[in-house]
């Protein structure tokens, strides 16, 4: 079973060779193909699942000890999506979208309720993530701010703060 990055014991990658996503054992091995994937836009470990975003298509899931992909969010026709995770306690699941004649600085982050709701959080951002403790962080022109997010509203408050300046 895949345990993924946040254990150490595995890393999950996408092989342009045969267009597979795979996860390898830190300690060495042989990576394991888990699923078919073209050109992946943003790969998360959620527990025993692996998330990403397909170019022009959606965000899907796909077991970590492999097995066929779920979509569980289409893109509209003109969009790119990148997934962001999920959010606690199936909340809703959190990914970035923009225009695809647009740069990420001018993408949205958004998160996808249970329900099937698109819900904006933050405009004129990309790459969210929530750090587990009541933040929500984002990108912004090369820096990565934190803004706390209420996960029973399922939005933002306060203003956000810089956290890492990637500029410098």
Known sequence: MGRGV???EEVAFWAS??????????????????TTATNPVGLVWDGQALLFGQVRDGIYRVAAAGGTAERLV???PDELL???GSL???????YSVRK???????GSIVVQTA??????????????????????LYAVDGIVVAVPLD?????????PVPAIDGNT
Not at 88 to 94: A, S, T, V
Not at 151 to 159: F, H, I, N
């Open 6 to 8: 946040a254990d150490g």
């Open 17 to 34: 060779n045969d267009s597979t996503l795979k996860r390898f054992p830190t300690a060495g091995g042989t990576p394991i193909t888990i």
């Open 74 to 76: 289409a893109a509209a």
């Open 82 to 84: 990148s997934v962001g």
């Open 88 to 94: 606690p306690g199936g909340r809703g699941l959190l």
């Open 100 to 106: 695809e004649q647009e740069s990420w600085n001018s």
């Open 115 to 136: 329900t099937g709701e698109r819900k904006v959080l933050v405009r004129m951002a990309s790459d969210g993530r929530y750090d587990g403790a009541g933040h929500l």
């Open 151 to 159: 996960l029973d509203r399922l939005a933002v408050s306060g203003r």
